[in-house]
């Protein structure tokens, strides 16, 4: 996936691509951020699921500042930020649509033996370990409280 990052950087460069060029280094920065926070706690570089984490961050971090900028009435900047999650979003892995998360989501309540809603941390945490970077899982978690037994 680094290599990627640096195949498609060199790329908008050659091509003129701002946005893109400019996106891709903000990817790179927050990366080596991670890194460094890692080996800090004794660990080595990020994992791809790690990587996968953190651009799916960023893209929400994007999703919120539309948000508010389109509250408040500054289109451009809500363009700029959507066209980074765009290109931040290209890198992620195909994301998984409302029937395919509800049979993982199936699935995960099966293996884990999920009765109630206190068991709802086992299955999102089998679905995180299995679907980084495929799934959303605010939007997991809301299906997850539906397809749990009450009580």
Known sequence: MRE????EMK????AGDKRKLGTIRLIQAALKDKDIE????GK????????????QKMIKQRQESITMYEQGG?????????EE???????LPQQMDEAEIKAAIQAAIAETGAASMKDMGKVVGILRGKYAGR?????????????LPKG
Do not use: C, H, Y
């Open 4 to 7: 990627r990052f640096t195949t």
């Open 11 to 14: 790329e908008a460069m050659k």
């Open 38 to 41: 890692l080996r800090g706690t």
């Open 44 to 55: 080595g570089p990020a994992t791809e699921d790690e990587i996968l984490a953190l651009l």
């Open 74 to 82: 500054r289109e451009e900047l809500a363009q700029q930020e959507r």
């Open 85 to 91: 999650a765009a290109v931040i979003s290209s890198f």
């Open 135 to 147: 799934m959303d899982f605010g939007r997991a978690s809301g299906l997850v409280k539906e397809m």
